[in-house]
Every structure is written in C-alpha cells, then in structure tokens.
C-alpha cells in the first residue's frame, strides 16, 4: 500500500468535512440509518487514526539539543525482535594514541567550482544552507567548518574581469576550462561564525605561466574575503592523481613544489592580509591524497622534508567507501553494514598509525601532535553519477551516524563530508536543478545525529568508544562517549538492516542492552534520555526526523520544526545493571545518561 508524505496528508486532512452538529431526523428506518452511522463513525476514527498519525507537525521554540519533554503517539518506536545479547561497556575508555576530536567535528567539504551554489553572494546570501549549518551550531557549540576544493580547485583559473561569480566548459558531467571572478569570494560573508579551507590551483600552477599568475593574483582577493574565519590554506587537491610521469613526479619534485608555492602564497599575503600570514594565523592542510602509494607515498613526503618549516597544521586525506559506477555497490552489502564500513577505513587507520610521530610530521615542534582529519568523504565516488536510490535515501543517514562515528572512535579530529550542487550523496541541495528541487536531504539527519551524540564540544571533548555486539552480523553498530576520563555521557546505537517502506511483512525490531559496570557510577533507577533517528524505512527520502525534529526547506527553510507524529521525551531505566532500549529495523538512538 503506497504511504502518503506528511504535506499530503496534512493537506487531506484540512480538506476533511466537519462532522455537522445537527440531530439527524427520525426516520422509520432508524435501525438501519443507526447502522450506518457507526459504520460512518468507526471509518471516521480509522480515517483520523491515519491522518493523525502522518499529519504535518507544528513549529516549536524548543531547542533541539537536548532529549525533548514532549510526547506523542508512534509505531515506530514499540517494535517486535529478539533481544541480542547484552554488550559490556567499559569502565573508561582506552587510551588514545591520537589527538583528541576537535572542535567542528561534523564538518564539510564544497566542491569548488560549486561553492557559489551553497553560499550565495553579499546582496543574496544562500539562507537556507546557513540555517543547516547553525542547527548544528547550536548542538556541537560551533558551526561546521567548510573546506572549499576539490578536483575543480585544480582546474580553476582567476579572473578580475569575469562578471559572473563561476563560468565552465562542460565535457558530459565533467567541467573544464573553470573560471572564477571576485564575485565567486562573497561567499565566506554567508555563514558567520564558520571557518574555512580554501583549495588554490597547485596542478596549474607548477605547469603554466598562467596558474602561476591566476595563484598571485587569487591569494589578496581570498585573504581579504575570508579574513579572521580563515581555519587553514590547502595547496593542491589530490596530487597523487595528477597525470604527470612518474619519474618526474615523485616525492622530491612535490615538496619542493610546494614549497615554492606555499612560499609565494605567503609572500603575497604579507602584502595583502599581514594578520593571517604568520604565527598561529598561518598553516595549511595537506597533502591532501586519494591515495598511500607511490610515487607521493605519505611517510617519504615527510621524509623529505614536507613539513621542515611547521606549516602543516592538519594532516589531511580523502576517503569514500567506493565508486559510484561499480555494479556491485548495493546500499545493504556496501553502506548499511558495519563491517564494510571497518574495512574501508582500515587503510585510514593504518596510515594513521604509519605516520604517527611527531618527529616524522612536526619536526619543528615536537611536542605538538598534528590532528589527522578527512577534509574530504563521503560514500561513493562520482556522486554526480548516482545510482539513484541509493544514496539520497533514509539507509545513507544511517550509514553517515555509522561512518563518522567509527572515523570518532580510531582517532579522527574531524570528518569534511564532501558536497556539491546535485551530487546523489548530499546532505542537502542548495539551489534548485532540472533535476532536484531545494531540500534537506537524508544524510543531513544524520550530520545532526553525530552532533547530538558528541554534544557541545566548546565545553567538553568525548572520547568515542565502538561497542562491540553479539548476535547482530554486520548490521548494527554501538558506541559509547565518555568526557574527563570515565564518566559515561552518551551511548549511540545504530540497527543497520534494511527494511523499506514497500515491504508487506512486518518492520520489526530488535532490543539492545548494556551492561553498565559498576565503576561508571551509574546506578540502578538512572532514568535515560531517548533521541530517535526515524524514517518510514531505508528507502525513505523524506519524513527524516531527529527527535522528532524536522529540518525539511519546506516547513520552515531548515529551522527545526517539531513533528507531532513521533514519539519524544522517551526514557528508559537502568535495571539490574543494564540499560535496555528498543529499535525498530533501519533506525538509530542515542541514550543519554548525563
């Protein structure tokens, strides 16, 4: 049976007629008309069951941070399942052998050539996408910070005289031939309080009197139009990619290249902007690879001297779960299953582990440990390509909450999820296409997931732990959060079998628990914060909701709006010494015990 969205059902239910308030007429077949009426009258509560239940919510000042106080009635939060085995959480967390998350930890990356799309200009800033970005603020403490690069920072050429803020030569999907005019710059005017990396043109730039000039004359406009939000410079995107030969192109050629360009970068910023071209002001993200092989192997960059001058600040790489044109990529096999989501990131955490040292990556300071961040992720690549169905439904604001909490808990700093204007795997579309209307769309909820179980970082920094579990296969992941130490916050669970809305048979569910020893100080009678991540099914693309929050464009432009027709205020008890919660298939929760 087809399921109608909330803005139909919500306009079905307008347009219900009002029951009369006039007696009806005696009649000498009263009997019969009396059957008629409860016929009539048990169609209607059958009709207003099902228009209650899928009717629009209503807007609320409530911030949405925090486990609401309300309640109303849902299904999807009293399932049928087994009861899995009882996971153990730690008494404290186990030490790190990184530095700690940072601030802005949900983040993200905006295709260059694109960023226009996202951020508007001064006399049009795009409100929408700053709304987004504030709901976070307002759960993590500070907006997400956005890096603005990508394959077309590479292909961008500066123009002083072009009228337009962008202007491209498209070859099918692929732009070439970029331009970017001062106009392209208001944009870091569009969401104060955020910070920002900006990508320069270093493949053009090591190969073309033309780069090199359009570098110069790029470095005074971006410096003066970011100024104090500036985080950090990248130079080059992905230079392990760029097809030059491999007997010239090594690791010896690239640091000196980019010594020479970082070198000029700052010469043109002590003329420019002086505030930001040195001291703690100044730095860059890098390098910036696709890849950990030759010939720009990690480790033999540093090696050679990288980061003999401490301009590095972060240690960069990109990352994606696969490839969008690989037939084989199912949303079950390869994103909604944890395993798969392990296994991705294993070569993320090896070389993590490889360049660990603060000798090898901060030879000038040794006793700063550089933070390892993904400035640039997401699912699959080529996320202009699809597949449809796949990646802009309810299964990848699963695998989002999954994914940046594992990348929390091996010792990311903060996690750059990769945007652009009609890419299948956006968080949520700015402007409107042929093809896409403005929206919020699925993944964003789970962005503001992730936010709602680290907290607000400006006032304490958790330690993520992934929490094993029994009986569950693939398809379900648990973590823990603890601050100063071992004092038990939050735990996050995500079941990550598939159900979709079209399927007959019942949605299911599953009962989780954790044993909660006694060193945590968590004792019997605790009462639990519950905070939902619900959707009709994996499939869903809209009806999304966080706590029974709405952030859809077409209720109020991304601002929260409460949804009457979830279940919030949930809690649970510690019994026993175990904390109990129910999930529906395809769903997440986070308990909170502070």
Same mark, same amino acid.
């Given at each position: 049976?087809?399921?109608?969205?909330?803005?139909?059902?919500?306009?079905?239910?307008?347009?219900?007629?009002?029951?009369?308030?006039?007696?009806?007429?005696?009649?000498?077949?009263?009997?019969?008309?009396?059957?008629?009426?409860?016929?009539?009258?048990?169609?209607?509560?059958?009709?207003?069951?099902?228009?209650?239940?899928?009717?629009?919510?209503?807007?609320?000042?409530?911030?949405?941070?925090?486990?609401?106080?309300?309640?109303?009635?849902?299904?999807?939060?009293?399932?049928?399942?087994?009861?899995?085995?009882?996971?153990?959480?730690?008494?404290?967390?186990?030490?790190?052998?990184?530095?700690?998350?940072?601030?802005?930890?949900?983040?993200?990356?905006?295709?260059?050539?694109?960023?226009?799309?996202?951020?508007?200009?001064?006399?049009?800033?795009?409100?929408?996408?700053?709304?987004?970005?504030?709901?976070?603020?307002?759960?993590?403490?500070?907006?997400?910070?956005?890096?603005?690069?990508?394959?077309?920072?590479?292909?961008?050429?500066?123009?002083?005289?072009?009228?337009?803020?962008?202007?491209?030569?498209?070859?099918?999907?692929?732009?070439?031939?970029?331009?970017?005019?001062?106009?392209?710059?208001?944009?870091?005017?569009?969401?104060?309080?955020?910070?920002?990396?900006?990508?320069?043109?270093?493949?053009?730039?090591?190969?073309?009197?033309?780069?090199?000039?359009?570098?110069?004359?790029?470095?005074?406009?971006?410096?003066?139009?970011?100024?104090?939000?500036?985080?950090?410079?990248?130079?080059?995107?992905?230079?392990?990619?760029?097809?030059?030969?491999?007997?010239?192109?090594?690791?010896?050629?690239?640091?000196?290249?980019?010594?020479?360009?970082?070198?000029?970068?700052?010469?043109?910023?002590?003329?420019?902007?002086?505030?930001?071209?040195?001291?703690?002001?100044?730095?860059?993200?890098?390098?910036?690879?696709?890849?950990?092989?030759?010939?720009?192997?990690?480790?033999?960059?540093?090696?050679?001297?990288?980061?003999?001058?401490?301009?590095?600040?972060?240690?960069?790489?990109?990352?994606?779960?696969?490839?969008?044109?690989?037939?084989?990529?199912?949303?079950?096999?390869?994103?909604?299953?944890?395993?798969?989501?392990?296994?991705?990131?294993?070569?993320?955490?090896?070389?993590?582990?490889?360049?660990?040292?603060?000798?090898?990556?901060?030879?000038?300071?040794?006793?700063?440990?550089?933070?390892?961040?993904?400035?640039?992720?997401?699912?699959? *690549?080529? #996320? &202009? +390509? !699809?597949?449809? $169905?796949?990646?802009? /439904?309810?299964?990848?604001? =699963?695998?989002?909450?999954?994914?940046?909490?594992?990348?929390?808990?091996?010792?990311?700093?903060?996690?750059?999820?990769?945007?652009?204007?009609?890419?299948?795997?956006?968080?949520?579309?700015?402007?409107?296409?042929?093809?896409?209307?403005?929206?919020?769309?699925?993944?964003?909820?789970?962005?503001?997931?992730?936010?709602?179980?680290?907290?607000?970082?400006?006032?304490?920094?958790?330690?993520?732990?992934?929490?094993?579990?029994?009986?569950?296969?693939?398809?379900?992941?648990?973590?823990?959060?603890?601050?100063?130490?071992?004092?038990?916050?939050?735990?996050?669970?995500?079941?990550?079998?598939?159900?979709?809305?079209?399927?007959?048979?019942?949605?299911?569910?599953?009962?989780?628990?954790?044993? *909660?020893? #006694? &060193? +945590? !100080?968590?004792? $019997?009678?605790?009462? /639990?914060?519950?905070?939902? =991540?619900?959707?009709?099914?994996?499939?869903?693309?809209?009806?999304?909701?966080?706590?029974?929050?709405?952030?859809?464009?077409?209720?109020?432009?991304?601002?929260?709006?409460?949804?009457?027709?979830?279940?919030?205020?949930?809690?649970?008890?510690?019994?026993?010494?175990?904390?109990?919660?129910?999930?529906?298939?395809?769903?997440?929760?986070?308990?909170?015990?502070?």
């Amino acid at each position: 049976m087809d399921r109608m969205n909330r803005d139909d059902a919500a306009a079905a239910l307008m347009k219900e007629p009002k029951p009369s308030s006039s007696h009806a007429r005696r009649h000498p077949f009263r009997i019969a008309a009396a059957i008629v009426v409860t016929i009539l009258v048990i169609l209607a509560l059958v009709l207003g069951l099902y228009f209650g239940l899928h009717a629009r919510g209503s807007s609320s000042s409530s911030s949405p941070s925090s486990p609401s106080s309300s309640t109303s009635p849902s299904p999807t939060t009293s399932p049928t399942g087994p009861a899995f085995p009882p996971a153990t959480l730690p008494a404290s967390p186990p030490a790190s052998n990184f530095p700690a998350i940072q601030e802005s930890f949900v983040s993200f990356a905006i295709e260059f050539l694109f960023f226009p799309d996202f951020s508007g200009n001064l006399s049009a800033p795009n409100t929408f996408s700053d709304n987004l970005l504030s709901n976070i603020a307002n759960i993590s403490g500070t907006k997400p910070y956005i890096r603005v690069g990508g394959n077309t920072q590479d292909l961008a050429i500066y123009s002083a005289s072009l009228p337009v803020a962008t202007q491209a030569t498209w070859v099918g999907l692929h732009p070439q031939d970029i331009s970017i005019g001062p106009s392209f710059f208001e944009g870091y005017s569009s969401f104060p309080g955020s910070k920002f990396i900006h990508g320069f043109n270093m493949k053009n730039a090591t190969i073309s009197a033309i780069g090199w000039k359009s570098l110069l004359d790029e470095v005074p406009v971006t410096c003066k139009a970011i100024g104090s939000n500036l985080l950090w410079w990248e130079y080059g995107n992905e230079p392990d990619l760029y097809p030059r030969p491999t007997d010239t192109w090594n690791a010896t050629t690239y640091v000196s290249d980019w010594h020479n360009g970082t070198a000029a970068i700052q010469s043109s910023l002590a003329s420019a902007c002086p505030a930001i071209a040195s001291g703690s002001a100044y730095g860059y993200v890098g390098p910036s690879l696709q890849n950990t092989q030759a010939p720009l192997a990690p480790k033999m960059l540093f090696q050679v001297g990288l980061n003999d001058d401490g301009e590095v600040k972060q240690y960069t790489m990109h990352h994606y779960m696969g490839s969008a044109d690989d037939p084989t990529v199912t949303l079950q096999g390869s994103l909604m299953n944890h395993t798969a989501v392990k296994s991705k990131l294993a070569w993320i955490l090896a070389e993590m582990n490889n360049l660990n040292s603060p000798s090898l990556l901060n030879p000038t300071d040794t006793a700063t440990a550089i933070p390892f961040t993904l400035d640039e992720a997401n699912s699959l *690549l080529n #996320g &202009a +390509l !699809g597949p449809p $169905d796949l990646l802009n /439904v309810f299964g990848s604001a =699963l695998w989002t909450f999954d994914y940046m909490l594992y990348c929390a808990s091996i010792g990311l700093s903060r996690v750059h999820m990769q945007q652009g204007t009609g890419f299948a795997y956006n968080s949520w579309a700015p402007i409107a296409t042929p093809d896409q209307s403005i929206a919020t769309l699925p993944p964003y909820y789970g962005n503001i997931a992730v936010a709602a179980m680290l907290g607000d970082l400006t006032k304490a920094v958790p330690q993520i732990v992934e929490i094993p579990l029994d009986g569950v296969g693939d398809f379900a992941s648990a973590y823990a959060a603890y601050v100063n130490g071992s004092t038990l916050t939050r735990v996050a669970v995500v079941d990550l079998r598939q159900w979709n809305s079209t399927q007959q048979e019942a949605r299911g569910g599953g009962n989780y628990s954790f044993a *909660l020893p #006694g &060193a +945590l !100080g968590v004792e $019997d009678g605790r009462v /639990v914060g519950v905070q939902r =991540l619900l959707a009709a099914g994996s499939d869903a693309k809209t009806g999304v909701t966080w706590d029974g929050w709405s952030y859809a464009y077409e209720l109020n432009a991304g601002k929260p709006v409460r949804m009457g027709n979830v279940t919030t205020g949930e809690t649970v008890v510690v019994q026993g010494g175990r904390v109990s919660v129910e999930l529906v298939i395809s769903s997440a929760v986070v308990l909170h015990f502070a």
